[in-house]
């Protein structure tokens, strides 16, 4: 059974700095891997998608990449803004087509 | 942009009660999903919806849970006798051409049970 992890749980900087967030998995039989953003009370918005082939991912000021075999993924934040405050997710499909969610990163980035 | 919605945005029902919550998929998406989050807890999947039958369906999606596209828009998901422990939010999803794709979510209904 697949289960996805991510650390921290929570993080709390300054506004400017560049950020790290990890998810790891335990099943490397994935077809993607997606990172999503959620505000409190509200849905999720999804920021990034890399598939299985792929190894990295890049919008705006975020940066995603993918170590399938020893299951990994990183979101990188750069130069973080008030903004970016939001619960940072991360979700894998696996081999069963059933996405595995993993907890989130709580961030907060104060001005 | 395109999005996803859902009505209501928050429901209370007395146990036993049915629900129904509904979605407008993105309109020329294919695949539709529903997931449930309780509380403080991890988005867990529920089931997966393609060519108006169930493509996957996770072990919280039992007997008590059913899904239709009752027309070319709406996806529903009935739960027939509602629980304590049924009240989380619930996210519908969709995505286009494949189940693979970017799954864009709607906001989210709050479902109380008492």
């Known amino acids: 059974k697949q289960e996805v992890t991510q650390i921290p749980a929570a993080l709390s900087v300054p506004e400017g700095e560049n950020l790290v967030l990890n998810c790891s998995f335990t099943d490397s039989a994935i077809y993607n891997l997606q990172w999503f953003r959620q505000d409190p009370g509200k849905g999720l918005t999804s920021l990034l998608l890399i598939q299985s082939s792929q190894r990295e991912q890049t919008s705006g000021r975020l940066n995603a990449s993918l170590d399938k075999s020893s299951g990994r993924s990183t979101l990188y934040i750069a130069a973080s803004q008030p903004g970016d405050s939001a619960t940072y997710l991360c979700?894998?499909?696996?081999?069963?087509?059933?996405?595995?969610f993993g907890r989130g990163t709580s961030l907060i980035v104060h001005p | 942009e395109p999005e996803v919605t859902q009505t209501p945005s928050h429901q209370v029902t007395q146990m036993g009660q049915e629900v129904i919550l509904r979605c407008v998929p993105i309109s020329n998406h294919l695949y539709f999903y529903w997931y449930r989050q309780i509380l403080g807890q991890k988005v867990e999947f529920l089931v997966s919806?393609?060519?108006?039958?169930?493509?996957?369906k996770s072990e919280i999606f039992d007997d008590q849970f059913s899904v239709e596209r009752p027309d070319g828009s709406n996806f529903t998901l009935k739960i027939r006798s509602t629980k304590l422990e049924d009240s989380a939010m619930y996210f519908c999803?969709?995505?286009?051409?494949?189940?693979?794709?970017?799954?864009?979510f709607g906001p989210g209904t709050r479902l109380l049970v008492l």
């Open positions: 979700a894998v499909l696996g081999g069963s087509y059933i996405p595995t």
């Open positions: 919806f393609y060519n108006n039958e169930i493509s996957e």
């Open positions: 999803a969709s995505s286009g051409q494949g189940i693979a794709e970017t799954q864009y």
